[in-house]
C-alpha cells in the first residue's frame, strides 16, 4: 500500500454524482482492493494503472484527516459524496481510520452526507453517523447469491454482512440507502424484492449493466460481460425484478438514484410567550 499526501480532500462533484444534485465528492484512498469485476472506477485516468490490475493495489492519503480538518469549512451544510472512486470502507480503513477521521472532522459542519459503501466496517462509526443531521448511508447490496457474488466480486464482504450493518444502522436511526447496483444475476426474485420491501429502505437503486464497450466510463468489464453471458442473465430479466421490486417500494433506477439527503429542518424558533405584565 502506498502512502501520500495529498493537497486536497473534497473535491468539485463531476459527472453523475454533480448531476444529482451533489457539490463535493471526498476520497480517502485512491483504489480499491475490494477489486469488484465491473467497476467504473477501474477504468478512470487518475488511476495512472491499467484497469487489469484493480483491485490489486491501494493509495492512502495519510494527511485526509487533517485535511479535513483544515477545509471541512468549505462544504458546511453542503452536499458531499463519499466516496465516488474509491469504498470508505475497505479493508485498510480498518487500521487507518482514514473515513473515521474525515467524518470526526465534518461533523460540526454539519453537510449533507452521502455515504457509499459495500462495507459493513461502516458500523464501526455508528457512534459519529448518528449525530450527522443529514445523512445518508446507501449500502450495495447487488444480489441475493453468495455465489453471484463471489463471482463478480470475489474480494468484496458477503452478503448477509452488509444486511446485518444495514440492520444496524438503521436501528441507530441513520437513513439508510439499499443499492442494488449493479443489480447482478438473482438467483430468487420474488424472495430478494421481498426482502428489500420489507427492510423498508429510505431509498432503493437500482442499476442494469452499462456495456460501455471498454471504453472510458461505466463498464462491465470483460471478466464481468463473460460472466453475465455464463449465467444467462440479461435485461428482461433485469427488468423483472425491478417491476417485481416495485409491487413494495418506491426504485430508484441508475442515476436518478444518487442524490443528497433532505437539508436537516433547521431547529424551530419557540415564539417567546409573555407570562407575566
Ligand atoms: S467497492 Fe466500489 S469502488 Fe471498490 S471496486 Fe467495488 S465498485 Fe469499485
Not at 109 to 115: A, V, Y
Not at 127 to 155: M, Y
Request: glycine content about 8%.
Amino acid at each position: 500500500m502506498e502512502l501520500i499526501e495529498s493537497r486536497s480532500i473534497f473535491s468539485p462533484a463531476t459527472g453523475f454524482i454533480r448531476r444529482g444534485g451533489f457539490e463535493w465528492t471526498c476520497n480517502p484512498y485512491v483504489g480499491c482492493t475490494f477489486g469488484c469485476t465491473y467497476c467504473y472506477a477501474a477504468f478512470l485516468p487518475q488511476n495512472r494503472r491499467p484497469a487489469n490490475e484493480w483491485g490489486k493495489w491501494i493509495t492512502a492519503k495519510k494527511n485526509a484527516a487533517a485535511l479535513a480538518e483544515k477545509q471541512a469549512t468549505k462544504v458546511a451544510g453542503q452536499p458531499v459524496y463519499l466516496s465516488s472512486v474509491t469504498d470508505p470502507y475497505q479493508p485498510a480503513e480498518r487500521s487507518l481510520m482514514l473515513t473515521r477521521g474525515i467524518l470526526e472532522a465534518l461533523l460540526p459542519h454539519q453537510p449533507r452526507l452521502t455515504i457509499q459503501t459495500r462495507g459493513p466496517l461502516v458500523v464501526r462509526d455508528i457512534d459519529v453517523l448518528k449525530d450527522f443531521r443529514s445523512l445518508r448511508v446507501n449500502v450495495s447490496i447487488p444480489t441475493d447469491s453468495e455465489r453471484v457474488r463471489q463471482q463478480f466480486e470475489p474480494k468484496a464482504p458477503p452478503l448477509e454482512g452488509r444486511w446485518d450493518a444495514v440492520q444496524q444502522l438503521k436501528d441507530a436511526g441513520v437513513s439508510v440507502g439499499v443499492c442494488v447496483t449493479p443489480t447482478l444475476p438473482i438467483e430468487n426474485v420474488d424472495t430478494f424484492a421481498r426482502r428489500i420491501a420489507d427492510f423498508k429502505p429510505d431509498v432503493v437503486v437500482c442499476q442494469d449493466f452499462h456495456d460501455a464497450g471498454g471504453r472510458f466510463g461505466a463498464d462491465t468489464g470483460a471478466t464481468a460481460r463473460g460472466l453475465l453471458a455464463e449465467i444467462g442473465w440479461g435485461p428482461a430479466d433485469y427488468r423483472r425484478f425491478v417491476n417485481r421490486l416495485r409491487h413494495g417500494v418506491r426504485v430508484f433506477e441508475g442515476e436518478s438514484g444518487f442524490f443528497p439527503p433532505p437539508a436537516a429542518e433547521a431547529p424551530v424558533a419557540v415564539p417567546a410567550v409573555k407570562l407575566f405584565d
